[in-house]
């Protein structure tokens, strides 16, 4: 007891001069931009629903002229890296124009990509336009349970030449893990397998019930003992490659939820971006607030976006969100439901703000 009230207090201190550090940010540490929500895959798993034209409007994303403008303000308000997302990041036709522009100003851009559309002359363009690094979605060692998972006969052997395809043109890579029913078991085959096309860099998150994800997740969702057989597959395969700096990642996709209301953390690490030019708060969260079309991302950020996790509405989700299930339990579910559209500039948000607190 004495150990975990020495830990409490530790970690305290720790989110206590990590949230100093924070409030002195005149930016955002990450950026992250879905730089279109189409997609030649149809994954059971998707958190967004990419390619799903009830869900999205694809003649309302953000035009290569807007995307210009876009990197320019980007640019001005420097974080320390970027993400471009997607849908299918590799259907934007300007992407590496908007990777160059970006790298070439000194901030380092990642994407992430299911891999169908890479091949040898598209790896070294990528290359070649300064990306640093590129996550691929590979979720299984099996064709048969990667492609049931994406939906797509072939992808699984398009995702594993993709990262081979990368490494050969000395791009860093990472390849994305979502255990879940159908690939679970095959986890110490799927590093083997990772390992050999010269990658070392596995990251995983859990499946999650939004978008597809929410109507696949009973037959998807491994039950306990299936995770706890995973976690000791992980901590096998960790010490199996130890001496080949194989780095396997657990992302927490709670984390910022949990810094930002219980440790009172209201500055935001990162600005998200979706493919029409909403702004996000977190890609979990139904709703977004302002659009990049109305004004520029650095005007949003000094007129309250650096201090978004105090918005009423945002603060009432975070509220609401201690484990993934209670996503299942939203009254607009995340990427199935309509969202909430707010405009923290253009709604007069400070007077808005007193009409909720009281009622």
Known sequence: MDDLKIFD???TRKMKNENTFVKSLDGPLLISWDVTNRCNLNCLHCLNQSGDQDIHSFNDEISEKEALDLVDQIIEIRPYSMCLCGGETLLRKDLTTIIKKISSSGIPVNMVSNG??????????LKESGITL?????DGAKAKTHDIF??????????????????????STAASFVPNKLNIDEFEDYVDLVVETGCRSIRMMPLLPMGRGLKNFEELEPNEQEYLDFCMSTQKKQKQYINQKLDIMWGDPLEHIYTAFYFNRTTPLQIEIRANGNLG???????????IRRHKLKEYWECGYNKIWELPEV???????????????????????KHLELDIIDDHRDEKLEVNRNG
């Open 9 to 11: 207090k530790n970690f």
């Open 116 to 125: 169908f559309l890479l091949n040898d002359k598209k790896a070294k363009e």
């Open 134 to 138: 590129v996550q691929i979605s590979l």
């Open 150 to 171: 994406r939906q797509v006969s072939g992808s699984f052997e398009k995702a594993l030449n993709a990262l081979i395809v990368l490494e050969k043109a000395k791009v």
């Open 281 to 291: 708060v977190s890609t979990y969260f139904p709703i977004s607030v302002g659009n």
């Open 315 to 337: 603060m009432d989700l975070a509220s609401s969100i201690k484990t993934i299930y209670d996503f299942k339990e939203l009254l607009n579910k995340t990427w199935v439901d």
